[in-house]
C-alpha cells in the first residue's frame, strides 16, 4: 500500500469512502488531485433480502478487498454512526461496518471516521440536508457525467470530505478508527 | 471446507465456537466424537485496550481464519446477541461479530447463531448460571486437564450446545445467520 501523507503534503492521495451497510453498501475512490478531485470508480455492494447475513458480509469483505487491490488507496474513511432506531438495527449496522474495516484494515489504510452530519456540511453547506443534495453536489464536486446512486453518492461524499479537510483549520476533527 | 453434514448423520463433524468481542473474542474448535466430544483447540483474541478499533478487527478475522484453516470445521456457532447497555455498545459488539463472520462466511461453514441463555441452559442446566460454572461444566464436558479461560469457555460451550441438539427434540431453534 501506499506510504500515508503527511498533513502538509500536497502530493496526490487516493481516498476510498464507504458507507457501510448490510444490504447495499456504498464506496467510492477518489485521486485528490487539483483543483478537482478525480473519481477512481465507485459503485454500491447490493445483497438480496433473501441472503443470509453471514452471505453479505462475505461479499462486502471481498468487494471491497478486490476494489482496494485495484485503486490502491492510502487511505479510507468511513461513516461514523451515533445513533440507531433500536438495538437490532445497531447491531447489523455494526456487523457491516466490521465486514468493512477489516478489509480496509488488513489492507494497511489509515482508517478515519466523520459524521454523516459533518459530511453534508462539508459537501452542501447545509447538515441536514437530503441525500439527493448530496448526490448532486458530489456529482458536480468531481465532474460525473451521471449522479452516482445514492450510497455511493454518499461514499464518495465521505471521501471528498476528507480530501477538503484543512489540517490547520479542519472542518471535521479527524477522528482515527 | 468438509461437506456440511445432514440432521441424521452421526460422522464426528467439526465445529467452532465464537464468543466475539471487540477486546477478547474467545473460540473453540471440537470434534463430535462418542461418547464424549473432543476439543481440538481454543483460545482468545486479545486487543489491548490501546489498540484502534480497526487492529483488532483485522486481528480477529485474520486469528479466526488460519485457525479454521488449521482445524477444517463445517459448522461454526455463534453467540446471538438480544441486549446491549447502549448504542455504542451495540455497535461495537456487531463489528466485532462483523470481523468474525466474515473469517467463518469466506471460509463457507455453516453458521448458526446460539442465545447466552440456551448455552447456560444446556450446558449448566440453568439459564442464569455464572460464567464460572459455565466453565467448570465446559472442562469436564471436554475432558480438559485446565478449565479454559472465560472468553474460550464461553465459546466452547457454544460449540458443545451445538453438538448436543437433537434435530427430533431442539434445546436450540437452529438460526441460521
Redesign the interface.
Known amino acids: 500500500m501506499n506510504a500515508p501523507a503527511s498533513a502538509g503534503d500536497k502530493s496526490p492521495q487516493i481516498l476510498l469512502g464507504i458507507d457501510p451497510s448490510l444490504r447495499g453498501t456504498g464506496f467510492g475512490f477518489i485521486r485528490t488531485t487539483t483543483p478537482q478531485a478525480t473519481a477512481l470508480g465507485h459503485g454500491t455492494i447490493k445483497c438480496p433480502a433473501d441472503w ?4 453479505c ?2 461479499l ?3 468487494t471491497l478487498r478486490e476494489r482496494i487491490e485495484e485503486f490502491q488507496p492510502s487511505v479510507c474513511v468511513i461513516e461514523g ?4 432506531q433500536n ?1 437490532k438495527t ?10 468493512a ?2 478489509a ?3 489492507a494497511g489504510l489509515e ?1 478515519y471516521e466523520i459524521a454523516p452530519r459533518k459530511v453534508k456540511q462539508a459537501i452542501v453547506g447545509f447538515g441536514a440536508a437530503q441525500k439527493e443534495a448530496v448526490g448532486r453536489m458530489v456529482q458536480r464536486m468531481l465532474g460525473l457525467e451521471d449522479q452516482p446512486e445514492p450510497d455511493a453518492a454518499d461514499a464518495l461524499a465521505l471521501a471528498l470530505t476528507h480530501a477538503q479537510t484543512n489540517p490547520r483549520n479542519p472542518l471535521t476533527v479527524l477522528k ?2
Open positions: 443470509r447475513k453471514s452471505r458480509l462475505a462486502i469483505a471481498r454512526l451515533f445513533y440507531a438495538f445497531a447491531l447489523t449496522m455494526g456487523e457491516a461496518r466490521g465486514a474495516l477489516v480496509a484494515a488488513e482508517i482515527k478508527v
